[in-house]
């Protein structure tokens, strides 16, 4: 889910551009209309600025402008040439869009040498605008679940569950624990609770007000804190998603995972306390739960974990197999897996990555060696720790 959340996210960034959220209405005064009347128009509409016409928006008029001129001079008068840092293409992404909304407070967008609008923060009530941010933050929720249950080794769905149901987390509840959670808000790039408090503390109410078709420019009277607000969660989404994508502590958590069988009393294969292996080694272990971390519901989990074990007696019937179980030695975190000798490492990696795994355990008589289904090396430990 959070795989095609980022697509949907990723989609929104490049199909949503500044000229399909730019005022296309324009009001241009002709260059010999009386500065009187076009201040009297700008102020009745509340612009700014506004292009002359038959300029290709080449020439504007400020408001500020026409405060002390005489109101009968014709307004080419007062016109000035627009300054260059004013235009935008309109092929720009919204991301760009947004960050020169927080430089100037109005642009104007352009293709080629035709004028297509007016740009400014006012514009952030656009439908489009909404649409945009809505996916941004439902990528940043299934994102924050991701990596909250990475590093407090305590799963999360990627979706919260329906309202009642047991361990379910409302996007709230989830920034609540997210800011007790030291190691998840200094990797964030936050170093106080406060600091990630701030960044944060508008999300809820902003997600209710888009699903409710309410505009970022509800939430305050000044466009440019809309801005802000933005650039704000621009911020932390590219935060999430650099941690998503380099998994520095996923993989530190697999480096930490407890690894037992499950006889009575159980034999610790992995971690302090560990006897001898009860299979030649190398052992490879595998398992098919939780894709990728994305928490599946029990039953589909056990049914992988069959599916897994199945695969294994049709492709190598003579492999010696047991049923293993990796823990978090911190957290609730576990995942039935099968622990196999008589693999080779390519095809034990290509059976992980067939089930869609992110690494193996191999296990040898002194290490325990966390590989990535691509072949790397990720960690290295004393098997007995």
Partial sequence: MLERSAEIDDLAGRIFLAE???????????????????????????????????????????RS?????????PVADVAMATPPEHWLDGTATMQQAFTALAQRDWLLVRSGSELLGILTRHDLASPVVNAYLLARLLG??????????????HPLADEPGLPGEPGSWSLATLLNHGAL???????????????????TG????????????????????RPAE?????????????????????????????????????DDPPLTWAGSGAAALPLPV?????????????????????????????????????????EVIGRSCSGPWAEVSWAISGLSRPDALAIAQRFQQRAIFELTAS???????????????????
């Fill in 140 to 153: 940043l929720e299934q994102g924050l679940r991701r990596l909250y249950g990475s590093f407090s080794h």
């Fill in 367 to 385: 290490d325990v060696l966390v590989i990535s289904v691509e072949g790397d090396i990720r960690r290295k430990a004393l098997r007995v720790g």
């Fill in 282 to 322: 190398p052992v490879h272990v595998i398992t098919a739960h939780n894709p990728h971390e994305r928490v599946l519901e029990h039953h589909i989990n056990n049914e992988r974990h069959q599916l897994l074990r199945h695969y294994l007696n049709m492709r190598y019937p003579q492999a010696a197999v047991m």
């Fill in 181 to 199: 959670l030291v190691s998840l808000r200094a990797a964030l790039g936050y170093p106080s609770r406060s600091s990630f408090e701030r960044a």
């Fill in 20 to 62: 399909h959220f730019c005022s296309r209405a324009i009001q241009a005064p002709e260059a010999s209309e009386p500065a009187g009347e076009v201040r009297v128009w700008m102020e009745l509409n509340d612009f700014d600025q506004a292009p002359i016409a038959q300029s290709a928006g080449m020439q504007v008029v400020l």
């Fill in 226 to 262: 809309a801005v802000e607000r933005i650039q704000g969660l621009e911020e932390l989404m590219v935060s999430v998603r650099r941690l998503l994508d380099d998994r520095e502590h996923v993989w530190d958590a697999f480096a930490s995972t407890v690894i037992m069988g499950l």
């Fill in 65 to 73: 402008a026409l405060v002390s001129v005489a109101p009968d001079r």
């Fill in 202 to 221: 508008g999300l809820v109410t902003l997600r209710n007000h888009l699903a409710h078709g309410r505009s970022i420019l509800t939430l305050s009277s």
